[in-house]
Each structure stands twice: as structure tokens, then as C-alpha cells.
């Protein structure tokens, strides 16, 4: 049966180079390998190889097994290894997969059997996923994450379980899948194989994408799904507390004094304050608790740059009762009541910045995205803060999630 296995393993490779080179660039960069069902009832990933029952693949149709391949290289290339930070692996290990199969199902892709599917999650990624799911959730991935501590292929005792009866799909588990040439299971990354290899499949996506581009098959969900990733992404509150610190920095200056003391000039310390604004997007998709995070952090970064700040908070208009205005010794805090629902206008803040013939050392605009820009860009600088995939015109861009 191996060669009937590896002739299909290498047809559905093919067909996704040919179909959907995105995908197809990245399942080559997975050597295959043949595992033993006492560990890999199914497939799975450690990053670095792309492990395969033999009797899991023969029970799939060519399609489905591209499934399986495209599936496994998106764990990769999404760096799912390496982004689960403190959450519980088996909630993750769902979220991630409810992540994946609606873009490869969006794409016209036939999913395996069991493949975790709620068309509630697309266009979402895994750490928005995360706290939707439950824990103790009966379902499972169909395949097995092998960059973590445990596999679901061992028990909590570290033991390795018996296979689940494979008869009914397909192959039978003692013959052909008896352990014979395939490989033991691999040991968990550590952190820096985590980090080195996530650097390894961003730089390898990158090139992926530019290959597909080229050959004009990149497009829809996984186009998105790349721009968004490609951006530079580092944790949003040290971003953001990087350039608040930057806007307001106590530096030397050797202004000539008020008062001479002889012919030279020293330096003195000078520190002025900061003119910051902030806008709420109060479309309806920024939850509450999401700004209230939001404005506790602003708070605490406001209080070591002595940063006067000014609220507005804004759908399709300015609410008339804003703006807001905190002082650099009071208290960020959310007000009462913030109104909003209506459509999503970026203008009416930069034009109220225009009418009051200022210009504040920094804006920073708590968004999604998604709505009517203004076509020009301001002489300040401006952060958007964003929850979601929206793109931004221009302006330094922070991805919240």
C-alpha cells in the first residue's frame, strides 16, 4: 500500500501547485513522513514535517487529501505553533482549526471528514476564536498538533494510547500500518525553535504569496488572509506605549537662556506636555469591554508621558456630547454614555482637528477599519488601532488582536 500512498500524497501535492500555487509552495516546504498510528491516528504538524497515517490517507479521496495537506500548511505558515502564549493547548488547538477550515472551505476546498466547521468564525482569527470556545469541548481536531507538550495520541500520563479502530475508514490498522518505517513521534519545540521557525514560514509565505501573485491565483480569502499577516506585527501596547513615549520624550536643549552666565550656553532640560487625541469607533464594532481595555491602557502609558488628552468618540458623526478633555494628572476613563450604531466615518474627527486650527502631537484612532477614510493624510502622526483585517490609507497601523 505505500506506494499507492505516496502516488496520491504526490497527485494531491501536484494538483495544489497547479490549482492553487499559494498553497501548494508551502505544502512543499513540509518534508512527508510516515507515522505510526499509535501516536498519529490521522495527520499532524511539528512545524518542520507534515506526518501522515497510511490508512488515514488511503480512506481519503484526492480532493480531501489536499484538504489535508493545505490544512497542515497553514499551521505553519500562521505561525500557530508559536502564538499560543499562555492559553490551554487543547482550546487552542480548536480555535486554530476553526480558524483554517473556513478559508480552505471558502476556497473551494473539500474538507476531511470531522473537520471542525462554523461559518460564525470566518474571517477570524484563532485568539478571537480562543475564548468563544469552551473548555471540555467534545469536539476535537481531526489532526494532531505536535509542536506542544502533548499530543491528543497520549494520555495524561504521558503514555501513548492505543489507536482507534480504523476499519470502517479505510486500511486496516494492523497489517500495512504496523509500525514498520515509520518514524517515532517528534519532541516538542522549545522557544527558540518556536521563534526561529516562525521566521522561517513568515519569510516562506511572503514568497508564496509573491509567486501566486504572479501567476494572478491569489486572490479572495487567502489574499486578505496574507496582507493582513505580512504586516509588521509586534505586541499593541508596546507599540502603542513606544509612540506615546516618542511623542513625548524629556530632552536637552541648548536654547540660548533667559539669563547668561558668562559666553557659554548650557544645556537645560526641557519637557513639554503632549497634545494627544483619542477616538472611540462607536459603530457597534468595538465591544465595551474592549474599549474599557483600551482606555486602562492609554491611562497607564498617559501617566509616565505626561500626555493631555482629548476624547472624541465617533460612528458616522461626532457625538455632540465629546469631546472629553483629560488632564495630564486626571484619570483616563471611558464616559457614561457613549453613543453610537450608525455607519463608520473616519472625516469628521480630522475635520474638527482642521476647524480648531490645532495640530496634536499624535491621534490615536480605536477602530475596525471599516468605513469612509478621508483621502488626504494630516501633517501629525496617527495611529489606528485595529481590531480585525480592515486596512488603513495611511498612518502607523497596530493590530489589536
Not at 34 to 56: E, L
Not at 119 to 129: H, L, R, S, V
Not at 257 to 267: L, T
Not at 361 to 380: H, I, N, Q, S
Amino acid at each position: 500500500m505505500t506506494d499507492e500512498i505516496d502516488t496520491k500524497l504526490s497527485a494531491a501535492r501536484t494538483r495544489l501547485i497547479l490549482d492553487r500555487p499559494f498553497l501548494g509552495a508551502l505544502v512543499l516546504r513540509m518534508p512527508m513522513k510516515p507515522a505510526d498510528s499509535k501516536w498519529c491516528a490521522t495527520i499532524g504538524t511539528d512545524a518542520r514535517n507534515f506526518y501522515y497515517n497510511p490508512d488515514y490517507i488511503d480512506s481519503l479521496t484526492l480532493e480531501q487529501t489536499q484538504f489535508a495537506l493545505a490544512h497542515e500548511a497553514l499551521h505553519c505558515a500562521l505561525s500557530h505553533f508559536a502564538r499560543r502564549e499562555h492559553r490551554v493547548k487543547e482550546r487552542w488547538d480548536i480555535a486554530c482549526d476553526l480558524a483554517i477550515n473556513p478559508i480552505l472551505i471558502k476556497e473551494g476546498m473539500t474538507a476531511v471528514p470531522g473537520a471542525l466547521y462554523n461559518i460564525g468564525y470566518e474571517g477570524m482569527m484563532a485568539e478571537e476564536i480562543y475564548p468563544l470556545v469552551k473548555d471540555n469541548n467534545e469536539e476535537q481536531p481531526h489532526d494532531e498538533h505536535l509542536y506542544g507538550k502533548e499530543s491528543r495520541s497520549t494520555g495524561d500520563d504521558g503514555k501513548q494510547q492505543e489507536p482507534a479502530d480504523n476499519s470502517d475508514a479505510g486500511g486496516s490498522s494492523s497489517g500495512d500500518n504496523a509500525g514498520v518505517g515509520k518514524v517515532p513521534p517528534p519532541e516538542p519545540l522549545n522557544d527558540a525553535e518556536r521563534e526561529e521557525l516562525s521566521v522561517q514560514w513568515r519569510q516562506r509565505m511572503a514568497g508564496a504569496a509573491q509567486q501566486a501573485m504572479q501567476a494572478g491565483k491569489l486572490a479572495g480569502s487567502l489574499r486578505l488572509l496574507v496582507d493582513h499577516l505580512l504586516q509588521p506585527q509586534l505586541p499593541w501596547r508596546m507599540l502603542l506605549a513606544r509612540y506615546m513615549t516618542a511623542s513625548s520624550r524629556d530632552d536637552y536643549s541648548y536654547m540660548r537662556p533667559s539669563r547668561r552666565e558668562g559666553d557659554a550656553i548650557f544645556p537645560s532640560l526641557r519637557s513639554a506636555q503632549t497634545e494627544m487625541l483619542v477616538v472611540l469607533d462607536t459603530s457597534g464594532s468595538i465591544k465595551a469591554a474592549e474599549m474599557q481595555e483600551f482606555v486602562t491602557e492609554v491611562d497607564a502609558i498617559k501617566g509616565q508621558v505626561r500626555a493631555r488628552i482629548t476624547l472624541h468618540a465617533c460612528d458616522a458623526a461626532l457625538s455632540a456630547a465629546g469631546p472629553w478633555v483629560y488632564e495630564p494628572w486626571e484619570e483616563f476613563e471611558l464616559p457614561d454614555k457613549l453613543h453610537g450604531g450608525g455607519g463608520t466615518r473616519f472625516s469628521p474627527v480630522f475635520e474638527w482637528v482642521e476647524q480648531q486650527g490645532i495640530s496634536p502631537d499624535l491621534l490615536v484612532y480605536f477602530t475596525d477599519a471599516e468605513g469612509e477614510f478621508p483621502k488626504l493624510e494630516p501633517r501629525y502622526p496617527v495611529i489606528w488601532l485595529v481590531k480585525g483585517r480592515g486596512k488603513v490609507p495611511w498612518g502607523q497601523r497596530i493590530q489589536l488582536n
